[in-house]
């Protein structure tokens, strides 16, 4: 069976209910960039691991519990005695944008690259098929393990695992830009596909054009995400634009939006489906994403599956 590692942060993630004033009641539950994707990648039928470190309190626990419900493994998830996650909240306008902040300094996902087991997790990145993470997943972590683990990373993709980089950028992770602009292009020059975004990119790059940030990205498949509802996507030496569809809903909430897109995509990239086609998967999940409240919208809400399943083959969508 076709199998994806998902690494990086969870979160405890406090949100403000619709209209509330400030001082009001928050509602909390959790989430974070690459376990969003990797919720959904389940949802979409795509066996997946979610990598990451967490304490040994009762949220952490409620944590994997839930991550179990939904399908995804949790053996590759280390415990550290007395940490505990990192906590988020959530403010977003009337127009659906959202606003970060954050308290994740001494959360236990920091650690992951300095643990006993590290060297256990990062050998284990050559058994899947594709491992997925994020600029977010390598802005929490000191310069020696983003090495340690790009490192694993280039010797996974030796024995056939694919690398898919997303650009989920957060200018307060990282200590100035020049650092994330060296980390990225090694990420670029290391990954199978890129998962971009204008708005990730535009902080790092001002001024530059769609075509120069394509240029500026080595990896051989690349989807850059405008601002508009529409992707750039340059696979196979040839480039082309997907639209999305017409939204049925009204946007109400664009969280994980870029993370249910990732997750469609690389779904039906491992199902087979040629780029442009899963460029048209991503836009659809992600549109029906953005009219529900929170990362995760409730399963009844999931876009019906299309007839193709993911391949056992790990050479099928190359």
């Not at 590759?76 to 308290?103: C, M, N, S």
């Not at 489906?273 to 953005?290: I, N, Q, S, T």
Request: with cysteine; hydrophobic share 45%; aromatic share 6%.
């Amino acid at each position: 069976m076709t199998r994806v590692a998902s690494i990086g942060e969870c979160m405890i993630e406090l949100r403000q209910g619709p209209g509330a004033q400030p001082g009001g009641l928050y509602s909390r539950g959790y989430g974070g960039d690459t376990l969003n994707t990797a919720v959904y990648l389940s949802r979409l039928g795509v066996d997946v691991d979610y990598i990451t470190a967490l304490g040994d309190d009762a949220l952490s626990d409620e944590m994997i519990a839930g991550w179990a419900a939904e399908g995804i493994g949790t053996k590759r998830v280390a415990r550290l005695a007395g940490k505990l996650p990192g906590l988020y909240l959530i403010q977003t306008d009337d127009k659906g944008e959202r606003r970060f902040f954050h308290w994740r300094g001494s959360a236990a996902a920091r650690e992951l690259m300095d643990l006993p087991e590290t060297d256990d997790i990062l050998n284990s990145l050559a058994s899947y098929d594709i491992v997925y993470l994020s600029a977010i997943t390598l802005s929490i972590m000191r310069q020696d393990g983003r090495d340690r683990l790009m490192a694993a990373l280039k010797r996974a993709r030796l024995l056939g695992t694919r690398f898919a980089f997303d650009t989920n950028f957060r200018a307060r992770g990282w200590p100035d830009l020049n650092v994330a602009r060296k980390v990225f292009s090694s990420a670029f020059e290391a990954a199978d596909i890129v998962l971009a975004s204008t708005e990730d990119l535009a902080p790092l790059y001002p001024g530059e054009s769609h075509t120069a940030l394509l240029a500026g990205i080595s990896s051989p498949e690349v989807v850059l995400k405008l601002a508009e509802p529409a992707c750039i996507l340059r696979a196979a030496g040839a480039m082309r634009e997907v639209r999305a569809e017409p939204l049925i809903k009204p946007v109400v909430d664009t969280t994980a939006a870029g993370d249910s897109f990732a997750a469609a995509y690389l779904a039906a990239r491992l199902g087979g489906a040629a780029p442009e086609d899963a460029a048209r998967a991503g836009h659809r999940l992600a549109g029906v994403v953005v009219g529900y409240p929170g990362a995760i919208i409730p399963r009844y809400a999931m876009p019906p599956k299309k007839a193709s399943r993911p391949s056992t083959s790990r050479k099928a969508s190359q």
